[in-house]
């Protein structure tokens, strides 16, 4: 049955909603330190939105206070139309680090997220066994971190991301520590997983070709302190191949991005409409 939202074309709510968000770092007695400044931004459903800036713009201060471990000196963090602001728990966040524990092995990492969540071990194992499984880490349930590769590391952190259930999740450069080819073949896989789980994702990169072959949208932060300084949607169909990067829209969208990276957050005249 078609809704009414859907017949009036009214898009829906935000699942994520950054409200003028500030942040400012204070050390002492010397002078402040303005991370990020009145960052709004709405996020859709089910979507996936690359944040890109230079180093230092406040990328991972953002990831934290919508991570609820960092509270903002101005703004508010709305999760589905509720202040979550300076709440921890409430979004699933992944480092760069895998952060897998040596003393387990790879299924019980996996669960670790679980069993913090109250989920009896046996339950979670059971949970996770079949999606480990189908995701190519099944053969390696009884290893340890030590034996794994990089890119198998961080296929276990990401399953263990997603299995704690939250709505939103947030990953902070996960596949910058690893080699070119093992990178792009965790671009496609993280792209079945957001597929197939349904989750709203936020992702933080440097690389301007990986934010354009991932995402729904791109957010361009200025130096710092951090604003948005551009916004787009990334107008290329899904599934996307490696060779969308010959794309007339996949170049426009690559110049958009190093336009604004080089003009230090101002967008070129050409560029701005």
């Known amino acids: 049955m078609t809704t009414a939202t859907a017949i009036e074309g009214i898009p829906p709510a935000p699942k994520l909603r950054l409200d003028g968000l500030t942040h400012e770092f204070r050390t002492g007695g010397r002078p402040p330190v303005r991370a990020i400044e009145n960052i709004s931004l709405d996020v859709a459903p089910g979507s996936f939105v690359s944040l890109i800036g230079q180093s230092g713009c406040g990328k991972s201060t953002l990831f934290n206070i919508m991570a609820g471990l960092l509270q903002p000196s101005a703004g508010r963090v709305v999760l589905d139309g509720e202040d979550i602001t300076g709440r921890a728990g409430l979004v699933s966040y992944m480092l760069q680090k895998d952060l897998l524990l040596p003393w387990r092995t790879i299924l019980d990492n996996v669960i670790f997220g679980l069993e913090i969540q109250g989920v009896d071990r046996r339950q979670a194992r059971a949970l996770a066994e079949p999606l480990m499984d ?139 409409a």
Request: glycine share 8%; with cysteine.
């Open 134 to 272: 189908r995701y190519g880490l099944g053969r390696f349930k009884t290893h340890y971190p030590a034996s794994l590769s990089g890119g198998m590391r961080q296929r276990a952190a990401l399953l263990r991301t997603l299995l704690c259930n939250n709505d939103v999740i947030l990953l902070d450069e996960p596949f910058a520590a690893l080699d070119a080819q093992t990178r792009f073949r965790m671009q496609e896989w993280l792209l079945t997983l957001w597929k197939d789980f349904g989750r709203t994702v936020l992702f933080v990169t440097h690389d301007v070709d990986e934010a354009i072959f991932l995402s729904d949208e791109i957010c361009v932060l200025s130096p710092r302190p951090g604003r948005i300084a551009d916004r787009f949607e990334v107008d290329l169909p899904r599934p996307r191949g490696r060779g969308v990067v010959t794309a007339p829209e996949f170049i426009r969208a690559k110049e958009r991005c190093l336009d604004l990276l080089f003009s230090g957050g101002q967008p070129a005249d050409s560029e701005a």
